[in-house]
């Protein structure tokens, strides 16, 4: 176990006492992947770095593995975050570290079936496997990411594992991010022990080394621009205990700004700041590998809460010509997120909770953003200056649903279980094939079904297409010589596999041509 | 992108569906039941409670009892002090969502929103738990959207708040996170 050494040149909202303003070569609103691996290759090229972040700076000794402090602490809008009619919950981190410090560590390159789409769809140019390989080939190295061992394999992976083995699909083993990993399953609170390489021990300390100075409870309300050019990040700091703005404001004059703040809070950033957007492009297009649970009952210990979550998963389904595809992993399943997920209500509900011990439970997560009738997310604001999330569904992502939910009932039979409950209200119970029928029966109208989403992408594309896309292949703003972003928003499709290492490889190269360039 | 129209006139059934859940609750409460709307009588907030008033909080307890079906035995919602949890998340969030959230109970406690639902016009706190639990499966499954979303809003905020309490582990089996000493 490390010693949890504090990042150096960290200021926490509750230091400022003051309204202050200061200047730097680059300022990166957000401290996620993409903030963080920029915020290293320009402190290390030499610029004088400043980093803000909104959320708070939290590590191990607060990491207690304890659903009741990490939610509301470690996720955006005290994961509470979702569409405005409530039918997806947006799980969407917010610390220092961003989502690296909660996601489930699963670690996979963009696949090039992805980037080619992006290439002849979305005139995406030089943002091939080729030019990303030496920055994943070190962000590997740095986030010490390996495939886990046959032993690391838990009862809820194995029920995967197994059945797609039977039923003769496609699996592999993930890799991950970890180093030592003593395998609490808690990855999604915090990790207890250090183990996985997240940023805040990783690409942050290594800003931090030369000079980046990173400031956490400090949330940027607007920028101002000049010309071609923004001039200044004005940031509200905030009082963690209340999360309102404590009176003092913190300015960063700069020469260069990136935002990586994320799909949703960069775009919702842009449209504040009153950027111009003529083509209305800025936070449409989010997407957020909308993702179907699905629970199964064994009459053996499963634990889904211990082990390591998603050593196994499926791409068996990712590619289905004219439909949307979707990939299949195995989610840690402790008692707040189970209660929050499990559908239905009273009797129904409460007999999912006390099965909780025997539960397998999977997920599919449909790749959103490659069929021409595709519309997803859009940004916005509604009263109060209040977020407004929409997602737009059509009859490509309801066939979608039902598909995925077959195939996770049907691995789940084939591995064994007494029965599959569904995700549906109410929710289903399933004992045999003829049961799996019933799935294309049940409605899936928003709040029909419970749908989540862990990767939120888009809102702020790239490409060379100022008509489609916010940001060229670089990453630079189409219409400002001094602005970027580099974050998930970027991606002009969702991914096709879990997002932490597509934006820290795009990140890298796009910063690394900026620090180049000068 | 911004839309900033009256939520309770000229609102089409799309943009109903559409709406966040502010506009919707209006639109039924004033829309569709005010000649039946309760007034929200605010009284004094009990002793730690820092958002939700006194009715606020046993409407919101009436609700958690029927959404965690508590067995003899087994903690209570009150016990977990589901309701002091909520509240304490409230009192994070923004304005907004606090009057949304106040405005999400009386519309359940509201018995007009039983007869629209065709669950009896008794008030939610008022009703015995048969229905109680027919009024809460009218919204789950309701073809209006607003009272799916009602329920959602419901059913995730009791349930994360009692299971997220280590005094609801035992009765399902979860040993609490392992000893890394």
């Known amino acids: 176990m490390s010693a949890g050494a504090e990042i150096p040149n960290l200021v926490r909202g509750r230091d400022i006492g003051a309204d202050r303003i200061l200047d730097a070569d680059v300022a990166i609103v957000g401290s996620g992947p993409g903030g963080s691996i920029a915020a290293y290759r320009l402190a290390a090229a030499g610029a004088r770095v400043v980093v803000l972040e909104e959320g708070g700076y939290h590590t191990r000794p607060e990491f207690r593995m304890q659903e009741e402090w990490s939610y509301p602490t470690l996720y955006q809008d005290h994961a509470n975050r979702a569409t405005d009619d409530l039918s997806i919950t947006v799980l969407q981190g917010r610390s220092v570290g961003g989502g690296t410090t909660v996601n489930w560590t699963t670690s996979l390159r963009t696949p090039p079936t992805t980037l080619d789409f992006w290439k002849r769809a979305r005139r995406v140019e030089g943002v091939t496997a080729e030019a990303l390989a030496p920055h994943w ?24 594992l197994d059945g797609a083995k039977r039923l003769g699909y496609g699996f592999e083993l993930l890799p991950r991010n970890v180093s030592d990993c003593v395998l609490t399953g808690m990855c999604g609170l915090g990790c207890p022990v250090d183990a ?18 990173i400031f956490a409870n400090c949330r940027v309300r607007r920028l101002t621009r000049r010309g071609r050019r923004v001039t200044e990040a004005a940031a509200d700091v905030l009082d963690e205990s209340r999360d309102r703005p404590a009176g003092p404001t ?41 993702t179907l649970a699905s629970a199964a009952h064994f009459d053996r210990k499963i634990e889904p809460y ?45 007999r999912a909770m006390k099965e909780l011990p025997n539960t397998a439970v999977l997920i599919a997560l449909l790749i959103d953003g490659f069929l021409d009738e595709e519309h997803g997310g859009t940004v916005g604001e509604r009263g109060g200056g209040r977020l407004s999330f929409r997602y737009d569904r059509g009859p490509a992502l309801a066939e979608a649903m039902r598909e995925a939910m077959k195939t996770m009932a049907r691995i789940h039979l084939a591995a064994g279980a007494r029965e599959v409950v569904t995700f549906h209200e109410p929710p289903l119970r399933l004992r045999t094939e003829r049961d799996v029928a019933r799935i294309d029966e049940a409605s899936v109208a928003p709040n029909r079904c419970g749908v989540f989403t862990a990767h939120q992408m888009g809102g702020a594309p790239m490409g060379e297409d100022p008509g489609i896309a916010v940001v060229d292949s670089r990453l630079k703003h189409h219409f400002f010589d001094n602005l970027y972003v580099m974050d998930g928003s970027v991606f002009p499709t ?21 620090a180049k360039a000068g | 992108m911004v839309s900033r129209e009256d939520p309770v006139s000229g609102i089409t059934r799309r943009q109903l569906v559409r ?40 409407i919101l307890s009436a609700v958690a009892d029927t ?39 009386h519309l359940f406690e509201n018995g007009t929103t039983g007869l629209i639902t065709a669950t009896g016009w008794t008030s939610f706190t008022a009703a015995a738990p048969a229905s109680r639990e027919a009024r809460l499966r009218a919204w789950q499954t309701s073809r209006i959207s607003l009272f799916r979303t009602g329920f959602q809003a419901m059913k995730r905020l009791c349930g994360a708040c009692y299971y997220s309490s280590p005094v609801s582990w035992a009765a399902i089996g979860y040993p609490g996170p392992p000893d890394l000493a």
């Open chain 1, 137 to 160: 080939d070190e962000v590997e190295r740095r986030l010490n990411v390996h495939t886990p061992e046959e032993g690391e394999i838990n009862e809820n992976n194995r029920a995967l």
């Open chain 1, 196 to 213: 996985k390489q997240a940023m805040h021990l990783t690409y942050l300390p290594d800003a931090a080394a030369h000079g980046a100075v």
């Open chain 1, 250 to 290: 913190l300015t960063v004059r700069a020469r260069t700004f990136i935002l990586s703040a994320g799909a949703i809070n960069t775009p919702r950033l842009l449209q504040r700041s009153g950027l111009p957007d003529p083509y209305r492009i800025v936070g449409r297009r989010t997407w957020l590998h909308p």
């Open chain 1, 306 to 350: 211990f082990g390591a979550p998603q050593t196994v998963g499926s791409h068996h389904f990712a590619i289905r010509p004219g439909r949307i595809g979707f990939f299949l992993e195995t989610p840690p399943a402790q008692p707040m997120l189970a209660g929050l997920a499990h559908a239905g209500f009273g009797p129904e509900h409460r």
């Open chain 1, 494 to 514: 969702s991914l096709g596999v879990n997002p932490q290492i597509s934006i820290l490889g795009l990140s890298s190269l796009a910063a690394s041509a900026l």
């Open chain 2, 19 to 58: 709406r966040g859940i502010v506009g919707s609750l209006l639109f039924a409460a004033a829309g569709a039941t005010a000649a039946f709307w309760w007034p929200t009588r605010r009284r004094r907030p009990r002793p730690g409670l820092r958002v939700l008033d006194e009715r606020e909080a046993a």
């Open chain 2, 67 to 105: 959404v965690l079906a508590i067995e003899p035995g087994v903690p209570s919602a009150d016990a977990v002090d589901v309701v002091g949890r909520v509240d304490a998340l409230l009192a994070r969030s923004p304005g907004d969502v606090q009057r949304e959230f106040a405005r999400l109970l």
